[in-house]
């Protein structure tokens, strides 16, 4: 039996809540057996944490453990929250307003060439403010799940850094 480790492809279904400001647990994420979560072990780009809990785990084991803040993505950083300048949304003296949505996740970069997701949070004529904080931050999960399977990683893959194939990366 294969078990969790560095550059394994593993496979798991799970649930994940998270603690509401009422400290009840509110289910936000299902993967199940029709639409899993594929990642190669070690080089997935998740939290260390939340692969820390997963290791040594074989086919078929159940899981059950929740992640700080600190040991996830952080707390919510009221500074990453930001008003852009409407400008910087036009192409062509142009605004795509099915782009600007109050809720949509943006494709950005920083004034150093980092990419980052922002939310649009409010819009107003003259500016965009977004939030770029991890949709989780500040939040404790708990994941509740089974690893479905475990296998050796291929070379492609491990030279890639992520699974090809069902559930991976198509090329």
Do not use: C
């Not at 394994?8 to 647990?25: A, F, G, H, R």
């Amino acid at each position: 039996m294969t078990q969790i480790s560095t550059n394994k492809v593993v496979t798991i279904t799970y649930d994940l809540s998270v603690t509401d400001e009422n400290q009840e647990k509110v289910l936000v994420e299902s993967a199940d057996t029709d639409a899993p979560m594929v990642f190669l072990f070690g080089q997935s780009g998740l939290p260390e944490e939340f692969e820390r809990q997963l290791a040594d785990k074989n086919t078929g084991d159940p899981f059950s453990f929740s992640l700080t803040p600190e040991q996830a993505y952080g707390e919510y950083d009221e500074q990453a929250v930001v008003e852009i300048p409407r400008s910087v949304f036009e192409i062509d003296g142009q605004t795509d307003e099915e782009m600007l949505v109050v809720g949509n996740f943006l494709p950005m970069a920083d004034n150093q060439g980092h990419h980052m997701q922002g939310k649009v949070v409010e819009i107003s004529d003259d500016a965009v403010k977004m939030d770029f904080n991890h949709p989780l931050a500040g939040m404790v999960m708990h994941f509740d799940g089974k690893v479905a399977e475990v296998r050796e990683a291929t070379a492609e893959e491990m030279d890639h850094g992520h699974v090809h194939g069902e559930g991976g990366h198509q090329h």
